[in-house]
C-alpha cells in the first residue's frame, strides 16, 4: 500500500492526494483505500506515477551482465524496448555470430572484447534469442524487436553487406522474422543512416536492402502482429528529397497498418516530418516520432576519448597512463607543443566531426547536468588563454574528471523542442541507454525533463511530463498494460520528490565485461521503484528483488 502521496496517473490529468494498492504483480485500487497492507510505503511529499517507459534502448547485450539495467533504473525506469535501428543480436548461427557483431560494435561502442566475455551466445533463432532474456534475474521489464541488419546476415551471411537479396534470401528473412513475431517480438527495426556504419567503415547490412525488401517485411508485420516499425532515417538534406521520404513512409503506414516509429530532434526537417506523419493519422495510418527534450552531447574526457586523440602528438602523451600524461601536462616544452597541435591539427575521422572540430564556441564544461554551462570559448576569452589550455586546466584540476560536452547539430531550438515534446504523436523516450557507452550519457533524460523543462524553466506542467515518458511511449510499442496508474494495470511504479529530482554528473567507470570503459549517470530524488509488485529500487539502492519480465507481444490484454 503506498500512502500519502501525489498520484499522477499518466493520462496528463491533475495529480491528486490518493492512494495506490497492490496485490501481486497488479494494481487493485487508486483512491482513498481501507485497511492495511502488508507493506505500507509512506509518500508524503511525492509524486506516485507509472513507472517510466523507455522505448528507444540499445541495451541488448548489457542486459546479459547488468541484472539492474544501469543508468535507465536510477532514473525512474521500469520498461525499455531493445532492438532499435536494426541492430541485434539475433538471430545468428555460430559460425556468423562476428557478422552480426560487426553491425552493432560500432553503434554500442563495446569492443568486441566485451562483447565476447560478457555474452553467453545460448541462442541462433530471434524467439531463442528471447528466452535467453527471459530466463535472466533483471531488475527491470525489456521488450525486443529484432534487428534488420542481423536479418540480412542470417539469410545471406557476408553477402549481406554487398548488396540486394535474392528471392531465396528474403523467404529466410520473411521465415524468421514471421518466427520472431509469434515468439513476442514487439516489433521490426532497420537503419537507412550514413551514420550506421560497421567498425571497419562499411554500411550496415540493412543500409544495402532495397526499399522493396524492407517494405516487404513491414507489410508481414502487418499480416502477422500488431507490432511496430521502427527506423534510423536515412540521412538526406535536399527538402523536397525529404518530404518525399516522409509522405513515403505515410504510404506505407497506411497500406500496412503497421505503426511507424522514427527518431525526430527539433529541427527544420521535424517540420515536415511532423505534418507527415498528421497526414497519414488522417488517412487512417499510425505514426509516431520519438524526440529527446535536449540535445545530443558527444562527451569527451582524459579517461575516455578526446578529439585530440586524432593527432600524432597527442597519441603519443594519451597512450600512456593517466599519472604519466599529467606529469607530460605539468611540462611546459610538452604542454605548448600540444596546445599547437590541438589547433592546428587534422581532426578529419573524429566522432561527430564537422568542419572546425572542435567547435570551442559550442562545447561546455560540465560543471551542472542540466543548468547552463560554461562554453570553452567563454571561459578562455575570461582567462585570456588558449581554449585547448582551458581544456587542460580544468583537466588537471578535477583529477581527469571533467567532462566536455559538444553538440552533435545546431544548437537547441526551446520553443520548437517544447512544440514537439507537445504534439500528440511524439514520446519523449530517445536515450539510446546501452550504446554510445563512452561518448553519450542520455539514459538520464527521464530525469532531465523533470529537472529543467518542469521544475526550472517551468514550461511544462508535471503531469504533461510524466504523460510524455508513461502512457505515450508505452503505447508507441503496444505494451498494454504499463504506461498508466489504474487498476488492473501491472504494478510498475515510481515515486519521486519533484524539488529536487534530477540527474547527477556522468561519472566513468571500467565495468563493462574485462574492465571496459563506459559513462554511468545517477540521479537524486527517487525514492523507489516498484517493478511488477516488488520493491526494486530505494534511494540509490538497489534490493535484492529482481522482478522485471520479459515483455511479449500480445502477452497481456488491456485492463
Known sequence: MIRNGRVIDGTGAPGVPADVAVVGDRIVAVGEVDGSGTEEIDADGLAVTPGFVDAHTHMDAQVFWDDLGTSSCWHGVTTVVMGNCGFTLAPA??????????NLERAEDIPA???????????????????????????????????????????????????PATDDDLRVMHQELRAALRAGAVGFSTS???????????????????????????????????????????????????????????????????????????????????????????????MFALTQCRSVHILQSFRTRLSFDLIPEWQEIRRRPLEAQRAALHDADVRQ????????????????????????????????????????????????????????????????????????????????????????RTAMTLSDAGAHVSQ????????????????????????EAVHMITDKPARVFGLRDRGLLAPGYAADITMFDPDIVGPRLPRVVDDLPGGATRLVQQADGYAATIVNGRVFTRGDAASDVRSGRLLRAGATTPP
Open 93 to 102: 548461427r555460430p559460425e556468423e555470430r562476428a557478422l552480426v557483431l560487426r
Open 192 to 286: 537507412e543512416s550514413a551514420n550506421h556504419a560497421t567498425s571497419d567503415g562499411r554500411p550496415v547490412a540493412s543500409r544495402l536492402a532495397s526499399w522493396e525488401e524492407t517494405a516487404g517485411l513491414v507489410g508481414l508485420v502487418g499480416r502477422e502482429s500488431t507490432g511496430a516499425f521502427e527506423l534510423a532515417q536515412a540521412s538526406l538534406r535536399d527538402l523536397d528529397e525529404i518530404d518525399a521520404y516522409y509522405r513515403r513512409l505515410g504510404d506505407l503506414a497506411v497500406t500496412t497498418g503497421v505503426p511507424i516509429v522514427f527518431n525526430m530532434a527539433a529541427s527544420p526537417i521535424s517540420t515536415i516530418a511532423m505534418r507527415a506523419i498528421d497526414d497519414a493519422v488522417a488517412r487512417g495510418g499510425q
Open 440 to 463: 553519450i550519457c542520455d539514459a538520464s533524460i527521464q530525469s532531465y525533463l523533470l529537472a529543467y523543462w518542469v521544475r526550472e524553466r517551468q514550461a511544462l506542467s508535471l503531469e
Open 337 to 424: 607543443r600540444l596546445v599547437d597541435a590541438a589547433r592546428h591539427g587534422d581532426y578529419s575521422g573524429a566522432v561527430g566531426a564537422e568542419p572546425g572540430w572542435p567547435d570551442y564556441e559550442r562545447t561546455t564544461i560540465v560543471h551542472s547536468p542540466y543548468l547552463p554551462n560554461p562554453t570553452v570559448a567563454d571561459e578562455a576569452r575570461h582567462r585570456g588563454i588558449d581554449p585547448v589550455d582551458v581544456i587542460i586546466d580544468e583537466a588537471l584540476a578535477s583529477d581527469f574528471e571533467v567532462l566536455f560536452a559538444q553538440e552533435m547539430a545546431s544548437p537547441q531550438d526551446d520553443d520548437a523542442m517544447l512544440a514537439l515534446l507537445r504534439h500528440p
Open 113 to 163: 572484447e566485451a562483447l565476447a566475455a560478457g555474452l553467453p551466445w545460448t541462442w541462433s533463432t530471434f524467439a531463442e534469442y528471447l528466452d535467453a532474456v527471459d530466463a535472466l534475474p533483471k531488475g527491470i521489464n525489456y521488450a525486443g524487436s529484432i534487428g534488420h541488419s542481423a536479418l540480412r546476415t542470417w539469410a545471406m551471411g557476408e553477402r549481406a553487406f554487398d548488396g
